[in-house]
C-alpha cells in the first residue's frame, strides 16, 4: 500500500509489531476475519496489508485448502517476517502497493484487507484498484480503526507522547485512527464501483499479559518509534510513561481495554 510519509514498518519494527502489538490489537479481529472468510465462496484470494501474517494465517486455515491465497503488503520486512513467521504454510508472499496493484482485472474472487486502508493517501484510489482485481460477483472484505474515542488506550498514548514533545509531537498514531468515517467510506467505496455495502461496527475487549508488552508494542512495534528515535528519545522513559498512563485504567498484569473497529463489506 501505498504510505502516509509516517507509517514505515521497517528494521525490528515486525517483529515487536508481531509478538507484543499482535495478540493484543490484531488478532481478535483476524479470528473475526477468519470466521466472515468461512461463508465467502472463493478459490482465487488477496490480502492487501497483509503485515506480520496474523491474519493470513487464520484465512489460510478458513478457507478451503485448494484456495489460492496471494498475501501483499507495501513493506518488504512485514512480507519478510510473515514468510519466516507462517514458513510452510501455502501462501505466495509478494510485496504490493494497494493503490497501484500488479495483477491483472478480475484475478480474484475475494479480497481482505485488515487495518490497511487507513495507511493510504489516496483511499479512492486504492478501493478501485480493489475493483479491478475483482471478479464480477466478488467479495472484498476489510476492517478500519474507529475513531480514539472508542479505542482509549491508544487514544491515551497517543495523548501522552503528545505531551512530552509539544514543540513537535509524533503523530503517527493519528494515522490508524483517523479513517472511520462510516458514510465516507461507503462513498468512496460506491464510487469505486461497489454496488452491495455493509459497514459494521465491531467491538471486542483487548487482553494482552501485561501492559508492559502494550507499551513495548506501541513504542517499538509501530512507525511511532522511529518518529521517537528522530526525535532523540529514550524508548524506555517513553514506555514507562505509557505504562503510567494505562495500568491505574486498564491494569498491570493482564491489561485489558475496549477495541471498536469498522467491519467492511462490499460486492
Request: hydrophobic share 50%; aromatic share 10%.
Given at each position: 500500500?501505498?504510505?502516509?510519509?509516517?507509517?514505515?514498518?521497517?528494521?525490528?519494527?515486525?517483529?515487536?509489531?508481531?509478538?507484543?502489538?499482535g495478540?493484543?490489537?490484531?488478532?481478535p479481529?483476524?479470528?473475526d476475519?477468519?470466521?466472515?472468510?468461512?461463508?465467502?465462496?472463493?478459490?482465487?484470494?488477496?490480502?492487501?496489508a497483509?503485515?506480520?501474517?496474523?491474519?493470513?494465517?487464520?484465512?489460510?486455515?478458513?478457507?478451503?485448502?485448494?484456495a489460492?491465497?496471494?498475501?501483499?503488503?507495501?513493506?518488504?520486512?512485514?512480507?519478510e517476517?510473515?514468510?519466516g513467521?507462517?514458513?510452510?504454510?501455502?501462501?505466495?508472499w509478494?510485496?504490493?502497493?494497494?493503490?497501484a496493484l500488479?495483477?491483472?482485472?478480475?484475478a480474484f474472487?475475494a479480497?481482505?484487507?485488515?487495518?490497511?486502508?487507513?495507511?493510504?493517501?489516496?483511499?479512492?484510489?486504492?478501493?478501485?484498484e480493489?475493483?479491478?482485481?475483482?471478479?464480477?460477483?466478488?467479495?472484498?472484505?476489510?476492517?478500519?480503526?474507529?475513531?480514539?474515542?472508542?479505542?482509549p488506550?491508544?487514544?491515551?498514548?497517543?495523548?501522552?507522547?503528545?505531551?512530552m514533545?509539544?514543540a513537535?509531537?509524533?503523530?503517527?498514531?493519528?494515522?490508524?485512527?483517523?479513517?472511520?468515517?462510516?458514510?465516507?467510506?461507503?462513498?468512496?467505496?460506491?464510487?469505486?464501483?461497489?454496488?452491495?455495502?455493509?459497514?459494521?461496527?465491531?467491538?471486542?475487549e483487548?487482553?494482552?499479559?501485561?501492559?508492559?508488552?502494550?507499551?513495548?508494542?506501541?513504542?517499538?512495534?509501530?512507525?511511532?518509534?522511529?518518529?521517537?528515535?528522530?526525535?532523540?528519545a529514550?524508548?524506555?522513559?517513553?514506555?514507562?510513561?505509557?505504562?503510567?498512563?494505562?495500568?491505574?485504567?486498564f491494569?498491570?498484569?493482564?491489561f485489558r481495554?475496549p477495541?471498536?473497529?469498522?467491519?467492511?463489506?462490499?460486492?
Amino acid at each position: 500500500m501505498s504510505h502516509a510519509g509516517d507509517a514505515r514498518f521497517h528494521g525490528n519494527v515486525p517483529a515487536f509489531y508481531h509478538r507484543y502489538l499482535g495478540p493484543y490489537l490484531f488478532e481478535p479481529y483476524a479470528l473475526d476475519l477468519a470466521r466472515r472468510a468461512a461463508g465467502v465462496d472463493a478459490r482465487r484470494v488477496l490480502e492487501i496489508a497483509c503485515g506480520t501474517g496474523i491474519a493470513t494465517r487464520h484465512l489460510r486455515g478458513t478457507l478451503p485448502p485448494g484456495a489460492d491465497i496471494v498475501a501483499t503488503d507495501l513493506n518488504e520486512a512485514m512480507i519478510e517476517y510473515a514468510r519466516g513467521a507462517l514458513a510452510g504454510i501455502d501462501v505466495h508472499w509478494r510485496t504490493a502497493d494497494a493503490a497501484a496493484l500488479p495483477f491483472r482485472d478480475g484475478a480474484f474472487d475475494a479480497i481482505f484487507c485488515q487495518f490497511g486502508w487507513m495507511f493510504v493517501p489516496d483511499k479512492g484510489l486504492a478501493l478501485r484498484e480493489a475493483r479491478r482485481v475483482l471478479a464480477p460477483g466478488g467479495t472484498m472484505i476489510g476492517s478500519v480503526w474507529c475513531a480514539f474515542e472508542v479505542n482509549p488506550a491508544a487514544r491515551i498514548a497517543h495523548e501522552t507522547v503528545v505531551a512530552m514533545y509539544p514543540a513537535d509531537p509524533p503523530m503517527f498514531l493519528a494515522t490508524p485512527f483517523g479513517f472511520h468515517d462510516a458514510l465516507e467510506i461507503e462513498r468512496l467505496a460506491r464510487a469505486a464501483g461497489f454496488q452491495e455495502i455493509a459497514i459494521e461496527r465491531v467491538e471486542i475487549e483487548g487482553h494482552s499479559p501485561s501492559v508492559q508488552e502494550v507499551a513495548r508494542g506501541f513504542t517499538r512495534g509501530s512507525p511511532l518509534s522511529l518518529a521517537l528515535i528522530e526525535r532523540g528519545a529514550d524508548l524506555e522513559t517513553v514506555a514507562a510513561a505509557f505504562c503510567a498512563a494505562l495500568a491505574p485504567i486498564f491494569g498491570t498484569a493482564p491489561f485489558r481495554s475496549p477495541l471498536a473497529a469498522l467491519l467492511v463489506t462490499a460486492r
